[in-house]
């Protein structure tokens, strides 16, 4: 298989994710589920995403479409397309899988996915992430990742705007 076509393969359709949790949970893997817009992917997305793949075997990525982040960011984002955010994603060597969302949050993936660990930015409380609820009542945990300073997709927009 070529190297864009394995990086495709990690986009799944969200009626596929629980079959291939059935396939991780039988070879005892243990699944990581984060979530986010990753407009515009910097350091500290990178930074984020790879500590979170080191908490366990597989990264499920819950990625906003775009409808989605222009509910949750406003009318001018996101400045990537969904397709391309889910491919430049896909491409990370510590990936395994991308399923685009529609809602406000997470939860109904959540739900179906059934993590063993939920992550997010260090900016949000246990009881402030969606899913929180799912995951600690099937044994899982939640897990925080201080966020990398200096290095935000609002922030990288606005020094685009001022060149």
Not at 86 to 107: C, R
Not at 150 to 158: A, E, L
């Amino acid at each position: 298989m070529e190297q864009l076509e394995k990086i495709k393969a990690k986009i799944l359709p969200r009626d596929q994710i629980r079959n291939l949790r059935n396939v991780w949970t039988f070879k005892e893997r243990k699944v990581i589920f984060t979530n986010g817009c990753f407009d515009i992917l910097h350091l500290g997305h990178i930074e984020y995403l790879s500590k979170a793949a080191d908490l366990g075997h597989v990264l499920v990525i819950g990625l906003n479409s775009d409808s989605s982040v222009r509910r949750l960011k406003g009318p001018g984002r996101p400045v990537t397309n969904e397709d391309a955010r889910a491919m430049i994603l896909a491409s990370l060597s510590f990936v395994t899988a991308i399923v685009i969302f529609d809602e406000e949050t997470p939860h109904r993936l959540i739900e179906q996915l059934q993590p063993d660990v939920l992550v997010k930015g260090a900016d949000y409380t246990t009881e402030e992430i969606a899913g929180h609820d799912i995951v600690l009542e099937r044994g899982g945990e939640v897990v925080t990742i201080p966020l990398t300073e200096g290095y935000s997709t609002t922030d990288i927009i606005k020094k685009i705007g001022a060149v």
